[in-house]
Nanobody
Framework: QVRLVESGGGLVQAGDSLRLSCAAS????????MGWFRQAPGKERDFVAV????????LYTDSVKGRFTISRDNAKNTVALQMNNLKIEDTAVYYC????????????????WGQGTQVTVSS
């Protein structure tokens, strides 16, 4: 069992930056792919980014490429999502997820989810 707790969300203006963090309760998450997903009001939950167990593989959805960076610190059991040049359309609840099948954009391949953290970007 893995418990995930997100933090770092908030209200910012377009163009600002935020850094989301996800802390995992498990003794080690080095064998798990860690992903970030987001859900905007009235929309389905969408993939944002994922990082492989040892950090060698990262995938991003097209809309955040060049603006968001995912990273992990297996020694601290944490995963971060650095979000730069935020846009209004980035407004959503951001979820951290962990899965054992390797880096995937498919939410169904993740076994554990956090409760989410709200990111609101205003004009």
């Amino acid at each position: 069992q893995v418990r995930l707790v997100e933090s770092g969300g908030g209200l910012v203006q377009a163009g600002d930056s935020l850094r989301l963090s996800c802390a995992a309760s498990r003794r080690t998450i080095s064998r798990l792919a860690m992903g970030w997903f987001r859900q905007a009001p009235g929309k389905e939950r969408d993939f944002v980014a994922v990082i492989g167990g040892d950090g060698d593989v990262t995938l991003y959805t097209d809309s955040v490429k060049g603006r968001f960076t995912i990273s992990r610190d297996n020694a601290k059991n944490t995963v971060a999502l650095q979000m730069n040049n935020l846009k209004i359309e980035d407004t959503a609840v951001y979820y951290c997820a962990a899965g054992g099948l390797g880096p995937s954009k498919n939410g169904y391949e993740y076994d554990y989810w956090g409760q989410g953290t709200q990111v609101t970007v205003s004009s």
